[in-house]
């Protein structure tokens, strides 16, 4: 009823307020991508419609009478190849500086081109690879303004049902995912993060300064290291160079202030903080944790002269968890008190902090492009858990933990393009840093045994790339050829930069006008995470030293493209990745491929580089740009994901979905309404069961709270299918000086509840809350199961205020 009465206010105040002024001169320049000189007399219009113009001598045009909203700009001139921009917000007093790179056509007569100005393919990565614009960022219904979430809705992505945004890639775990912003490597893109995965349940990264994504799921260029399932570059805004301007955001967790603007005559700036107000809301639902976040970016742009850019740029988060120990005050449910109860003996309490900063240097010729890059991030992890939460007596501490993870990073970038050739090389060097002071208890099938961790170490890894493209059979086929090696002094498993070289090859090769053949292969490394190489005992002896090594990774991909005009696109994909040395617990006896989707630390256990993996389908999208107010995609991936450990035995990753279908819809009416609309499906995804015996062991449970998995059965039990519908409205207003957008994002419309493991939980006495003796065996707690799932209809309304 809430939210019936929330939509039908939006609407009437769209019916009543309907205020905008057309009277918008939009500026911009049009220059050539390979020397970035001017492009003189291109045609420039705005997408879907006859306005436009055409550029000067100096590559500029004005286009007048520009409606506020959200558009794309078409550019064409003969001798390039067209471009639709990436989307652009446009409003009365906010008019960003628009700059449109074309690519110089082939001179090779009787070429075949095809029509594809709406999607960005590179000779690198001709399949595999798509482009978001601001508007998905925005708008993208179940996203509610997360970056993580709006990627969910790409092909071959799978989601984690509840409330955490993990990113599970063709049967890849969360932490084979690499993230860069504007070319500087940033570790850690959520609030909360997983330490040695990627996931979290709320992202850190403000769509307020994001211009677009490129990502990949195949097909990796040379110059980014480290990626296994993804890389994910995500692009900022630059800021305007004619005057402070501001945007206030509210949402369902938390407010934002954004600001861009001049700083000098060649510098722009744009910067952005946030505050969660997430504990207020929680407290307020009884829920029995508190979290709270804050979070702050910038991005700055000198121009030095007309071939010289200096960009720095800088995002970092502070996140504490605590537990409402005051949460059954009132509450009368025993069910309720009892998962509460559980909830609050199991989980600790968090403090996390984390930042990444940088800066890149750009020299531009007429041929080539030189850039030279510095950055530092580092992330601040630490936990506690007491026995009964009571912190007053030491004795009590049953874990405790305090990480740190520091990267110092160089990369030199070159770029030449001469003639049909493009070439690429580079070279990286980072230096290291990890430190560990941790104590808990590992369970066992006789009991707990106290461990000790006292890491301090510090390395450095290093990596060269190169990269060839070409066109040939005029401009029909596009070929590349990339290498990359990386090494580092951890070990001598790792210290010898013949062991990894990263081959990889692609093509793209044009059948028709409309049809597209496209192919890569290659074998990429990824570094096991800091946790695991730096788990030590309590004498700071490194314990994994002599046992882990790269985690390697083959892949195919093999697709088909048809483009039916320009704004439109279907393909069909292939893909297969073959994992070795991925590092294997020999305590727990389970691959880390399996580990990634639950809060905490992976990877800080004795490990062996010796599981092996396969992940294999196909992958179906049909994708519409925004034209004439309609846009989507329509994404469905066949996946079969499978690990082995110890034995040449392989069984269902935690990742092996199997069926994924992602449907994508929106729409744009008049009077500035926006609609969108996700569903989404999921065949049931494999878990691993309890082990009673250890699980019901005084001296364990004692010490963990929750049950102990056996993992000599795991992924043996298939949960049920997930399916989730989520509905976005939008309406904007647009005055002389400012404008207003409201929003109303539902998740889960139908309130789908899905199936989840059910928790392990041990009967307690009513009277005093003390677990309850096995009378069979005084040495156990009595156990039972709690039914669990997860869902529920979430709505969320929020305001942008620009001016």
Known sequence: ?????????????????????????????????????????????????NTGGTTNENGEFEISNVKPGYHTITASCIGYNSKVSDDIFITSDKIPAVTIELTPRSTQLQEIIISKPAFVNKSESPLSMRTIGVREIEKSPGGNRDISKVLQSSPGVAVTPGFRNDIIIRGGSPSENKFYLDGIEVPVINHFQTQGASGGPVGILNVDLLNDVEFHSGAFPAKYENGLSSVIAFKQKTGNTEKPKFRVTGGSSDFGFTSDGPLSNSTSYIISIRRSYLQFLFKTLKLPFLPTFSDAQFKTRTKLNDRSYLTLIGIGAIDDFKLNASV??????????ELNNYILGNLPTYSQWNYAVGGSYQYITSKQVFTISLSRNELSNSSEKYKNNDDSDLSNLISSYNSNETENKLRFDQTYSIKSWKLNAGVNVDHVFFTTKSSRYQTTSSGAILLKSNTDLSFIKYGLYSSVSRSFFKARLNMSFGLRADANNYSRLMNNIINQVSPRFSASYSLTEKWELNFSSGIYYQLPPYTALGYSNNQGDLLNSSRLQYISNEQLNLGVAYYPDANSKFSIETFYKNYKQYPYSLSDSVSLANLGSDFGVIGSDLLSSISKGIAEGIEFSAERKAENGIFGILAYTFVYSRFSGSTSVYKPSSWDNRHILTTTLGKRFNKNFDLGIRWRYLSGRPYTPYDIEKSSLKENWDVRGQGILDYSKVNSIRLDPFHQLDIRFDKSWYFQKWSLQL??????????????PDILNVRTNNADGKPITDPNDSNRYLIYYIKDTSGTILPSIGFIIDF
């Open 1 to 49: 009823m809430r939210i019936r009465i929330i939509l039908s206010t939006i609407i009437a105040l769209g019916l009543i307020c309907n205020y905008s002024f057309a009277q918008i001169i939009l500026k911009g320049t049009v220059i050539n991508s390979a020397d970035k000189k001017p492009v003189p007399f291109a045609n420039v219009i705005i997408t879907g419609t």
């Open 328 to 337: 059954n005050e009132d509450i009368t449910d025993p069910e309720k008190i």
């Open 743 to 756: 929003y109303l994002d539902i998740q889960n419309v139908y309130n789908f509840k899905s199936d989840e």
